[in-house]
């Protein structure tokens, strides 16, 4: 089980995670159309890189925008839980030493203590996303099954991952069930609204460039998003 | 597959629909027909797989479902947060499930659809702004317009308006004899006051080409005068085209995207037939928009600009108070309290906060912002083209709610909103709610306070 989960599974899951935001990459720029957006992305690049870039990175800064602002609980979960998600995988030491092992090259590694909070700190996030989607009659009323299925999806990984570090139980199973839900997690990003690890950037980008060379950019500072 | 005399899906392209559509008062006979339309449904899809882009199909896919735009929106504010208003709620369950049933919806769906799409958005954008993901459902819902209208599930008053640019050019029946006329009559009424005062049709080569909305001509005359005499004293050398005089785009709002190339392109015609030197709209948000922001696309000219450099109101006003073109007496700036309407369609959607805001910096001496203002303001209530839809008073008067808290919190009892549906939305809050406000254009405010040039004013 295990050779198959780290060998074969292995190069399925990571094939389709990249294949796959390559082709939605591919897919996204290629259905652009200036005329049915109505944005001029080909002229006035200047202001659209311009749009852009503030566009994302306004909103890649905790608090940096109205809407993080104005939801300020729940930012802090949004941002808890992304930078766990993000931060500890790829920097994680057992991770690194596997990586060194099969490619012979390695990241720097985050201290356990460090990677032990972040986990913790992320399925506490994530946690509490769950019940605000229940408890807020706001979300509750756009909440779908598919929705808490690929909250479980990403959590189940880290879950799992933290119970075979610590040797909490039956390790082999945990790390059998940890290495088999990252997978199931890398498979799902291409092929679900797990995509928005890519999307975000390219729909952030496009709606800056609307703002950037249509809808004011020429003429003010730009938005204040 | 039935279709109604009135309600069809064929867009009016004639005097003859447009009056029988007229005669049927309120659009009773309309929508009753409209209960049986049937939806074309392959031709749905048709449209929507050509239409539907990766950026829209992008949007519906990866909503997060977070119910950040809640807050956003003032229809979710205004409904005591119904969590029927929250935006991605209203989009996902309209466009959202067209577009998983493959198009295949029925007459219900159409009409569930339509008012949502009318009544309960104003596609003012604002919950763009506040998505992670720059989700604009404004957009959205002005895409989902094309699509209703396409299956004549649309408001009869915006079936009729569409017709009339389609018929005039104009969102009104106001002929190229009966603009010429008019403007001909504002200039002999208000010559006497007024040495030297022209309104002056079809000149080349002017530095500005002025144009209107079709309501100043038919039903305030009186604006196209002030506007004359402001350029007047500020020593514009100015015209109005004779045809293509038009900004509006009530297809706009109706989702008729041929409607809204036809309308858009008449002006284009006028700026490369006289070739003035720019061109300056009325203070009208949503005409500015229509012409200006999003007509070239419609046009299709590809660099997203019109073919000479445009201007709203109130970028002329900011500059002819900056140059010292128009100057005001200080005695005579407003005294008392002023809030300002900041319109979504130029201000969020174009950019110019900050001219209203040099504006009010020579006219006003107690301004007071509006909270949240600027791109960030809540739309008037009436935007959209709600404020014209019968069928949806009520809930337009409900939606008013917001603007109208909002001004009561500056304390201001005048409001400066040069946008006719913002200076329409805000007159009919205080009809309802009675909070004692006055209301006003620009122009009527800067000519009580301009100062004359000696050699301008007339003869004792």
Same mark, same amino acid.
């Given at each position: 089980m295990y050779?198959?989960?780290?060998?074969?599974?292995a190069?399925?899951?990571?094939?389709?995670?990249?294949?796959?935001?390559?082709?939605r990459?591919?897919?996204?720029i290629?259905?652009?159309?200036?005329?049915?957006?109505?944005?001029?992305?080909?002229?006035?690049?200047?202001?659209?890189?311009?749009?852009?870039a503030?566009?994302?990175?306004?909103?890649?800064?905790?608090?940096?925008t109205?809407?993080?602002?104005f939801?300020?609980?729940?930012?802090l979960l949004v941002?808890?839980?992304?930078?766990?998600?993000?931060?500890?995988?790829?920097?994680?030491?057992?991770?690194?030493?596997?990586l060194e092992?099969?490619?012979g090259?390695?990241l720097?590694?985050?201290?356990?203590?460090?990677?032990d909070?972040?986990?913790?700190?992320?399925?506490?996030?994530a946690?509490f996303?769950?019940?605000?989607?229940?408890?807020l009659?706001?979300v509750?009323?756009?909440?779908t099954?598919?929705?808490?299925?690929l909250?479980?999806?990403?959590?189940?990984?880290?879950?799992?991952?933290?119970?075979?570090?610590?040797?909490?139980?039956d390790?082999s199973?945990?790390?059998?069930a940890?290495?088999?839900?990252?997978?199931?997690m890398?498979?799902?990003?291409p092929?679900?609204?797990?995509?928005h690890?890519?999307?975000?950037f390219l729909?952030?980008?496009?709606?800056?460039?609307d703002?950037?060379?249509?809808?004011?950019?020429?003429?003010?500072?730009g938005?204040?998003? | 597959?039935?279709?109604?005399i009135?309600?069809?899906?064929?867009p009016?392209?004639?005097?003859?629909?447009l009056?029988?559509?007229?005669?049927?008062?309120?659009g009773?006979?309309y929508?009753?027909?409209?209960?049986l339309?049937d939806v074309?449904?392959?031709a749905?899809?048709?449209?929507?797989?050509k239409?539907?882009?990766s950026?829209?199909r992008?949007?519906l896919?990866?909503?997060?479902r977070?119910?950040m735009?809640?807050?956003?929106c003032?229809?979710?504010?205004?409904n005591?947060?119904?969590?029927?208003?929250?935006?991605?709620?209203k989009?996902?369950?309209?466009?959202?499930?067209m577009v998983?049933r493959?198009?295949?919806?029925d007459?219900?769906f159409?009409?569930y659809?339509?008012?949502?799409?009318?009544?309960?958005c104003?596609c003012?954008?604002r919950?763009?702004?506040?998505?992670?993901?720059?989700?604009?459902?404004g957009?959205?819902f002005s895409?989902?317009?094309?699509?209703?209208f396409?299956?004549?599930?649309?408001?009869w008053?915006?079936?009729?308006?569409s017709g009339?640019?389609?018929?005039?050019?104009?969102?009104?029946?106001? #002929?190229?004899?009966d603009? &010429? !006329?008019?403007?001909?009559?504002?200039?002999?009424?208000? /010559?006497?006051?007024?040495? *030297?005062?022209?309104?002056?049709v079809?000149?080349?080569n002017?530095?500005?080409?002025?144009?209107?909305?079709a309501?100043?001509?038919?039903?305030?005359?009186?604006?196209?005068?002030?506007?004359?005499i402001?350029f007047?004293?500020?020593?514009?050398?100015?015209?109005?085209?004779?045809?293509g005089w038009?900004?509006t785009?009530?297809?706009?709002?109706?989702?008729d995207?041929v409607?809204?190339?036809?309308?858009v392109?008449?002006?284009?015609?006028?700026?490369?037939?006289?070739?003035?030197?720019?061109?300056?709209?009325?203070?009208c948000?949503?005409?500015?928009?229509a012409?200006?922001?999003?007509?070239?696309?419609?046009?299709?000219?590809k #660099?997203?600009?019109?073919? &000479? !450099?445009?201007f709203h109101y109130?970028?002329?006003?900011? /500059?002819?108070?900056?140059? *010292?073109k128009?100057?005001?007496?200080?005695?005579?700036r407003i005294?008392?309290?002023?809030?300002?309407?900041?319109?979504?369609?130029?201000i969020?959607?174009?950019?110019?906060?900050?001219?209203?805001?040099?504006?009010m910096?020579?006219?006003a001496?107690?301004?007071r912002e509006?909270?949240?203002c600027?791109?960030h303001?809540?739309?008037?209530?009436?935007?959209?083209?709600?404020?014209?839809i019968g069928?949806?008073?009520?809930?337009?008067?409900?939606?008013?709610?917001?603007?109208r808290?909002?001004?009561?919190a500056?304390?201001?009892?005048?409001?400066?909103?040069?946008?006719?549906?913002c200076?329409d939305?805000?007159?009919?809050?205080?009809?309802?709610?009675?909070?004692?406000?006055r209301?006003?254009?620009?122009?009527?405010?800067l000519l009580?306070?301009?100062?004359?040039?000696e050699h301008?004013?007339p003869?004792?």
């Amino acid at each position: 089980m295990y050779e198959f989960v780290t060998g074969p599974l292995a190069w399925i899951a990571f094939s389709v995670f990249f294949f796959g935001l390559i082709w939605r990459f591919v897919w996204y720029i290629r259905g652009l159309n200036w005329q049915l957006d109505r944005v001029s992305y080909g002229h006035h690049t200047g202001y659209g890189v311009k749009g852009a870039a503030r566009s994302i990175v306004s909103w890649l800064i905790p608090y940096g925008t109205h809407s993080w602002r104005f939801y300020s609980g729940f930012t802090l979960l949004v941002f808890v839980f992304h930078i766990g998600i993000i931060i500890t995988p790829i920097f994680l030491l057992g991770h690194n030493l596997l990586l060194e092992e099969r490619w012979g090259f390695r990241l720097p590694a985050l201290p356990d203590p460090v990677a032990d909070t972040l986990t913790v700190a992320m399925m506490i996030a994530a946690l509490f996303i769950m019940l605000r989607r229940i408890a807020l009659p706001e979300v509750r009323i756009l909440t779908t099954f598919y929705d808490i299925a690929l909250l479980l999806i990403v959590v189940t990984p880290f879950f799992t991952g933290f119970l075979a570090y610590h040797q909490i139980g039956d390790y082999s199973f945990w790390l059998i069930a940890h290495i088999l839900s990252g997978e199931i997690m890398l498979i799902a990003v291409p092929l679900t609204k797990l995509s928005h690890a890519l999307l975000f950037f390219l729909s952030r980008a496009q709606i800056g460039m609307d703002y950037g060379i249509k809808r004011g950019g020429m003429k003010s500072q730009g938005l204040p998003w | 597959m039935p279709e109604g005399i009135l309600c069809n899906k064929t867009p009016v392209d004639t005097v003859e629909q447009l009056q029988a559509l007229l005669a049927d008062k309120s659009g009773k006979q309309y929508y009753e027909e409209m209960k049986l339309l049937d939806v074309d449904t392959p031709a749905l899809w048709a449209t929507i797989q050509k239409s539907l882009k990766s950026r829209l199909r992008t949007w519906l896919e990866i909503c997060a479902r977070c119910g950040m735009c809640a807050d956003s929106c003032f229809f979710y504010l205004a409904n005591d947060r119904d969590p029927t208003q929250v935006p991605s709620y209203k989009i996902q369950s309209t466009l959202g499930d067209m577009v998983r049933r493959k198009g295949k919806v029925d007459n219900a769906f159409m009409h569930y659809a339509m008012d949502t799409a009318w009544s309960r958005c104003t596609c003012c954008n604002r919950c763009g702004m506040y998505c992670p993901f720059g989700i604009d459902m404004g957009v959205m819902f002005s895409y989902l317009r094309g699509l209703l209208f396409s299956q004549g599930f649309v408001p009869w008053e915006l079936k009729i308006g569409s017709g009339m640019h389609r018929i005039y050019r104009a969102q009104m029946d106001v #002929t190229t004899d009966d603009w &010429v !006329e008019t403007c001909g009559w504002m200039c002999e009424e208000y /010559e006497e006051d007024w040495p *030297g005062l022209e309104f002056p049709v079809d000149k080349p080569n002017a530095d500005i080409i002025y144009t209107v909305n079709a309501r100043e001509v038919k039903h305030y005359p009186e604006d196209l005068a002030e506007a004359a005499i402001l350029f007047h004293l500020a020593g514009e050398n100015w015209t109005v085209p004779s045809e293509g005089w038009e900004e509006t785009s009530l297809a706009m709002f109706a989702g008729d995207w041929v409607g809204c190339k036809k309308q858009v392109e008449s002006v284009y015609a006028a700026m490369e037939r006289l070739k003035p030197k720019r061109m300056v709209v009325t203070e009208c948000g949503h005409a500015y928009r229509a012409t200006v922001i999003e007509g070239p696309y419609w046009a299709g000219l590809k #660099t997203g600009q019109t073919p &000479v !450099e445009s201007f709203h109101y109130v970028e002329w006003v900011a /500059e002819a108070l900056r140059t *010292g073109k128009l100057k005001i007496d200080p005695a005579k700036r407003i005294k008392e309290p002023v809030t300002y309407q900041d319109s979504c369609n130029y201000i969020r959607n174009a950019g110019l906060r900050e001219c209203a805001r040099e504006i009010m910096s020579y006219i006003a001496e107690d301004f007071r912002e509006m909270r949240p203002c600027g791109e960030h303001n809540f739309c008037c209530g009436g935007g959209g083209g709600l404020n014209g839809i019968g069928r949806y008073r009520e809930q337009r008067n409900v939606g008013l709610k917001v603007k109208r808290d909002q001004i009561l919190a500056t304390g201001a009892k005048l409001v400066v909103s040069p946008c006719h549906n913002c200076w329409d939305a805000i007159r009919d809050l205080e009809e309802i709610y009675h909070i004692g406000i006055r209301w006003s254009f620009l122009k009527p405010l800067l000519l009580k306070m301009v100062i004359v040039p000696e050699h301008l004013r007339p003869e004792e």
